[in-house]
């Protein structure tokens, strides 16, 4: 069994920074696509970032030039880079992967940013 967990959440000022991290964790497993979701409250989860194994991104209009999507293949590891962070990127956020035995998603972080 394939298992992701997220850390790194918390509670920013408005334009601050966090990075959060999600380690993928099981044996002999093979990891593709690897993404980021959020959810804020009364809303429906939305894609964030996507990143693939070989390292190609893509991002939601309302985050691109202030999010940055990174993996570590050899530590089985992506990372969400945070910059300029703003009150409406509160939410929940969630690590997502593609692997060899199905979609796996991690329990989810919560990012608080306070204006």
């Known amino acids: 069994q394939v298992q992701l967990v997220e850390s790194g959440g918390g509670l920013v000022q408005a334009g601050g920074s966090l990075r959060l991290s999600c380690a993928a964790s099981?044996?002999?497993?093979?990891?593709?696509?690897m993404r980021w979701y959020r959810q804020a409250p009364g809303r429906q989860r939305e894609l964030v970032a996507t990143?693939?194994?070989?390292?190609?991104?893509n991002y939601a209009d309302s985050v691109k030039g202030r999010f940055a999507i990174s993996r570590d293949n050899v530590k089985n590891t992506q990372y969400l880079r945070m910059d300029s962070l703003k009150p409406e990127d509160t939410a929940v956020y969630y690590c997502?992967?593609?692997?060899?035995?199905?979609?796996?998603w991690g329990q989810g972080t919560q990012v608080t940013v306070s204006s």
């Open positions: 997502n992967a593609d692997t060899d035995r199905g979609t796996r």
């Open positions: 099981g044996s002999a497993f093979s990891l593709y696509a």
């Open positions: 990143i693939t194994r070989g390292g190609s991104t």
